[in-house]
């Protein structure tokens, strides 16, 4: 790149020759570039081909004047911060004050004084360039400064969502503790007690074959309690004890792993297993009330392989996407009876496929509730944007959710809604890990 300063361009107008003559040779000598015209036509053409750093135009000039000419500059957005210095042998006030309002920035009087001529033009130039230059300095300061806010949001969100899994992961781990150990003292003691049944059945089998002989009394009794049916159900009833307590266990270490600590890096997962256990933690939600029937969950899941991802953070996408869809659905309900939520029951749809190259697992979890406006998906995802009531929503959550699966995962998280009909959120993600946060 070449080091040479480009000259300062200079267009000069007048339709005297004789006086653009003079000043062109004064500026060239002094180390302008210098252009020139003899009317306004011509000089608004030749600013549209090369713009110049200053434009000195004579007021007194046929067909287009110099006001005229310089109302059309400063109307052009392309032109409007060119100076323009008015070279005029009138000295009236009024003229004056018309040019300035204009957009003029000074005023040379004919005839000319070569060093005033200088000194005005290189004054204007230097605050041209200082404003140029300053301007500069503003775009940059606020884009660092934009830069800045979005870090700091992004810290933000960041803090928000590690302290909201580490007090869900400590709330949940307690819980799981609490749960497993009368859970614990139960599946301890079941065999046990499969033990001591058979024992007292052998014993009664014993007295039987010791003592035949018929007693009313007896007899009696075990037909009262049906001896022979709780000998072939006492094992069912065991049985179902035992699947009981192996429930509790599975949904303990569910509510373990929705929460626990991601490590360093991705994982495979299976995504539907943390689909399940949201699902199963929202179960309360979804449950009937007085006011309406059950919510139904319709799962149309694919065979996905594992996907390597941060099984945690994901769990709590999927948290934040449901519970959505359940305020949705919730509030789509006010002021529709009974009778009419049946007829168009309410419906969460969760569905799992591959992309066709099979990169790619897609997630859609769509509801039929109220919907949104184009205006609301415009800013769903922005930061402490919520439509929620005060006290009711913080606007982070779907901004942490869109965070997750973009910066954290490389995927997209997009939403299509119509207001009345419900929403869509669409979760495309790759299945092996592209990068590592």
């Known amino acids: 790149m070449s080091n040479i300063q480009e000259k300062e361009l200079i267009l000069v107008v007048d339709d005297t020759a004789t006086n653009l003559e003079i000043i062109s040779h004064l500026l060239k000598h002094t180390g302008f570039e210098v252009i020139t015209a003899m009317d306004g036509e011509k000089a608004l053409q030749l ?43 009138i000295v009236d006030t009024e003229s004056k004050v018309k ?115 018929y007693v009313p009394e007896i007899h009696e009794e075990i037909a ?3 001896l022979d049916y709780i000998r072939s159900d006492l094992p069912n009833l065991i049985s179902s004890m035992k699947e009981g307590v192996q429930r509790i266990r599975n949904i303990s270490t569910s509510l373990r792993n929705f929460s626990r600590a991601d490590s360093a890096s991705k994982t495979p997962c299976n995504i539907h297993d943390g689909i399940d256990t949201t699902i199963m933690i929202l179960r ?43 305020d949705a659905l919730e509030e789509s309900n006010s002021g529709r009876s009974l009778d009419e ?26 509801d039929n509730g109220v919907g949104m406006s184009n205006e609301t998906q415009n800013k769903i995802f922005d930061h402490l944007f919520t439509t929620k009531s005060v006290g009711q929503g913080t606007g982070l959550g779907l901004s942490i959710a869109r965070q997750i699966i973009v910066e954290k995962h490389g995927g997209t998280l997009e939403v299509n809604s119509v207001p009345g009909q419900g929403s869509e959120f669409v979760i495309i993600m790759p299945i092996k890990a592209e990068f590592e946060d």
């Open 47 to 89: 600013v549209q081909e090369r713009q110049p750093d200053l434009i000195l135009l004579d007021v007194m000039m046929p067909r287009v004047d110099g006001f005229e000419t310089c109302e059309k500059l400063k109307l052009n957005p392309e032109t409007s911060d060119i100076p323009v210095i008015f070279m005029t042998a």
């Open 99 to 213: 040019g300035l309002s204009l957009g003029a920035v000074d005023y040379i009087i004919k005839p000319f004084q070569d060093q005033e001529v200088l000194a005005r033009i290189k004054t204007h130039l230097q605050l041209r360039n200082l404003t140029k230059t300053l301007e500069t300095r503003v775009a940059e300061r606020t884009a660092a400064l934009s830069q800045a806010l979005k870090d700091l949001q992004e810290s933000q969100i960041q803090l928000i969502q590690k302290e909201k899994m580490s007090a869900l992961g400590n709330l949940v781990a307690g819980v799981a503790h609490e749960i497993n150990n009368p859970v614990g003292f139960i599946a301890g003691n079941l065999q046990p007690a499969i033990n001591y049944i058979h024992d007292l059945f052998h014993i009664i089998d014993l007295y039987q074959k010791q003592y035949p002989e």
């Open 224 to 226: 009262a309690i049906d």
């Open 284 to 326: 309360h939600r979804l449950k009937a009330s007085p006011n309406r029937p059950d919510i139904q969950v319709i799962r149309e899941f694919s065979n996905l392989p594992l996907i390597e991802c941060f099984s945690g953070q994901m769990n709590q996408v999927f948290m934040n996407l449901l519970a959505n869809a359940i």
């Open 341 to 366: 939520i049946q007829a168009n029951p309410n419906q969460i749809k969760i569905k799992t496929s591959l992309t066709e190259d099979h990169t790619n697992v897609v997630i859609r979890i769509q």
